[in-house]
């Protein structure tokens, strides 16, 4: 018997030290993120495709505690037609999300300009009603499920106006705002507000968006968060994070990372065309997807098909990609306190919006073969040694 509990406990201990000695880079293996980072959230966009493949929904659970689906929960998707609903897919991400005992899941998202059905902002008489219907449709349905939303997104302009000119602002006027939030507390009081936008930390869009904020919470809106999209690449200057974070601590409000991707590190796109020979002249469409693309808000290379990188460019971009999330993950341990949650706009390098035959990135923390990249580990090693 004693012996019996002897071996039993040797057993244990071997098992125990086998796993805390994993020096290996299977991602099934490593240490989980979200216990690296905890308690900040670690989550990840998935949809569908995520659902269709075992070792997808694998990686989800074991590193994933907070998931958003990708762009099945958006007013195309969920409501194209005027009361015409559809939530198969964010009903099947959502029951597969909850099934994991430690995740939870977010909205995203409720108002924005992009993937909006054209019947909500046709009628300046009707369009409040519209927005009022469709909020508390979505958020009914997913009430007790959905923790937070993101309730207006991308509305700040790039340029130098306050709001960007859209279909919302010309129909709806400048408040379309407040009134969105106003109804998703209607809809559901439980539900965290956010609200989400790309480049916050451009110190113009910064401004604005903390503007836009206090406004809101002086004139008593319900708006409870921040989410910082946090499509980055391998060339800004991480300083302009750290400066946006100081600036939104001030608002005592939430702070997400909610689309979090390092893009770029692959051939110069702009070299690349020269060489073959398909540049296009300034002042063109191609200009200002680069300019876009300097706001971290689009990555493209125009359509052009980029050869396979060598093995060479892909371990260059490695490397730039492990310096910018070392990067990026100092300002995040300086400012861990107030950050509630990181969402990867994604799982692993196999999918990616950035990614397709034209456009090479290599934007997460796991490769495309389920092995965590230098950049797990840079992170690893500054969460271990934060104190
Ligand atoms: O990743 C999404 C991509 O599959 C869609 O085609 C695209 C449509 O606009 O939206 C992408 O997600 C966006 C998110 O909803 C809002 N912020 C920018 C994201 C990347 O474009």
């Not at 108002?111 to 902002?121: A, D, E, F, G, N």
């Not at 836009?212 to 319900?222: N, T």
Request: hydrophobic fraction near 35%.
């Amino acid at each position: 018997m004693k012996t019996g509990k002897l071996l039993i406990f040797g057993a244990a201990a071997l098992l125990t030290a086998c796993s805390a000695a994993y020096e290996g880079n299977d991602a099934f293996q490593v240490t989980p993120l979200k216990d690296i980072l905890a308690p900040i959230r670690v989550g990840a966009a998935i949809d569908n495709w995520t659902l269709q493949n075992e070792q997808n929904m694998e990686l989800f659970s074991r590193h994933f505690n907070s998931a958003t689906c990708e762009n099945s929960m958006k007013p195309i998707e969920t409501e194209r037609n005027e009361g015409e609903f559809t939530f198969d897919t964010p009903d099947k991400v959502t029951d597969f999300v909850l099934g994991n005992k430690d995740a939870v899941m977010r909205g995203h998202c409720l108002i924005w300009h992009s993937q909006c059905p054209s019947w909500l902002t046709e009628d300046s008489t009707l369009v409040f009603q519209r927005m009022k219907e469709h909020i508390f449709a979505v958020m009914n349905h997913y009430k007790g499920k959905v923790y937070c939303w993101d309730v207006v997104n991308e509305a700040i302009d790039d340029g130098p106006g306050f709001l960007r000119n859209s279909q919302w602002t010309r129909c709806a006027g400048q408040h379309f705002i407040d009134s969105a939030f106003v109804y998703a507390h209607q809809a559901d009081p439980d539900a965290l507000l956010f609200y989400n936008d790309y480049g916050l930390n451009n110190p113009q869009k910064r401004e604005k968006c903390y503007q836009l904020v206090k406004g809101m919470l002086e004139r008593g809106i319900p708006v409870h968060g921040i989410g910082m999209q946090g499509h980055y690449n391998v060339t800004m200057d991480y300083s302009t994070v750290d400066e946006s974070l100081t600036r939104f601590e001030e608002l005592g409000v939430l702070i997400q990372f909610t689309e979090l991707d390092i893009a770029g590190g692959g051939p110069d796109r702009r070299s690349m065309r020269r060489q073959m020979g398909q540049d296009r002249p300034n002042g063109t469409q191609g200009q200002q997807q680069d300019q876009m693309a300097a706001f971290g808000g689009y990555s493209g290379n125009g359509g052009l098909q980029m050869p396979e990188l060598t093995d060479e460019q892909k371990m260059h971009q490695d490397s730039l990609v492990t310096e910018a999330y070392r990067k990026f993950f100092t300002v995040v341990k300086k400012h861990r306190k107030s950050i509630h949650t990181i969402t990867f706009w994604g799982l692993s390098d196999n999918y990616s919006w950035l990614n397709s035959r034209s456009r090479q990135n290599a934007p997460f923390l796991f490769d495309g073969e389920y092995k965590a990249k230098n950049a797990y580990f840079a992170v690893r090693e500054l969460w271990n040694n934060r104190k």
